[in-house]
T-cell receptor, first 114, second 112 residues
Framework: AQSVTQPDIHITVSEGASLELRCNYS??????LFWYVQSPGQGLQLLLK??????LVQGIKGFEAEFKRSQSSFNLRKPSVHWSDAAEYFC????????????FGQGTELSVKP | DAMVIQNPRYQVTQFGKPVTLSCSQT?????MYWYQQKSSQAPKLLFH???????NEADTPDNFQSRRPNTSFCFLDIRSPGLGDAAMYLC???????????FGPGTRLTVL
């Protein structure tokens, strides 16, 4: 079965501290992996994506993610968190088949302490 | 700027009263999606159009319908909204053959 698991429902970090949000996936074919961010009451904004090639991908707002096939993981990282990063983060997996359907994880809510 | 637009941003309807949500995109994408996102949950795909071909997810209730009169516009019709249909409804689009979906800001539906 195709699925995405984000083990952490809620994470709190101090401003300036580093951040890692976990994502594990189960997907039968070669996965296309995404991280989206959602501010309260807003739609989803794409942070970064992985299709192939270099397993460390850079995204917007200083975020990066590393694809580890052996661990079926695609964790999101940021070296120094800003207060404006407080939001909900969704990991998603999809493919070129099935109309490009995305399967989302449950999301991780990030709070940032001053 | 090219984008995905959803109207209205907030919609209030009464139990059982039909409601239509609107989505348009200026990206000239041929694939459009409707997702339902309930509070504190992941977005869940309801259906999508690939050009004019409609693709319904197996577990999408019959209460939900969609129309795509042209490339730019896509509508979500809820025939008889129940309290359980209160959610954020997200529209997205992408170009066929590519892999990145672009999302609109969503419509928050309240059912009284």
């Amino acid at each position: 079965a195709q699925s995405v698991t984000q083990p952490d429902i809620h994470i709190t970090v101090s401003e300036g501290a580093s951040l890692e949000l976990r994502c594990n996936y189960s997907y039968g074919a070669t996965p296309y992996l995404f991280w989206y961010v959602q501010s309260p009451g807003q739609g989803l904004q794409l942070l970064l994506k992985y299709f192939s090639g270099d397993t460390l991908v850079q995204g917007i707002k200083g975020f990066e993610a590393e694809f580890k096939r052996s661990q079926s993981s695609f964790n999101l990282r940021k070296p120094s968190v800003h207060w404006s990063d407080a939001a909900e983060y969704f990991c998603a997996v999809g493919g070129r088949n099935q109309g490009g359907k995305l399967i989302f994880g449950q999301g991780t809510e990030l709070s940032v302490k001053p | 700027d090219a984008m995905v637009i959803q109207n209205p941003r907030y919609q209030v309807t009464q139990f059982g009263k039909p409601v239509t949500l609107s989505c348009s995109q200026t990206l000239n994408h041929n694939v459009m999606y409707w997702y339902q996102q309930k509070s504190s949950q992941a977005p869940k795909l309801l259906f999508h159009y690939y050009d004019k071909d409609f693709n319904n997810e197996a577990d999408t209730p019959d209460n939900f319908q969609s129309r795509r009169p042209n490339t730019s516009f896509c509508f979500l019709d809820i025939r008889s909204p129940g309290l359980g249909d209160a959610a954020m409804y997200l529209c997205a689009s992408k170009a066929g053959g590519t892999d990145t979906q672009y999302f609109g800001p969503g419509t928050r539906l309240t059912v009284l």
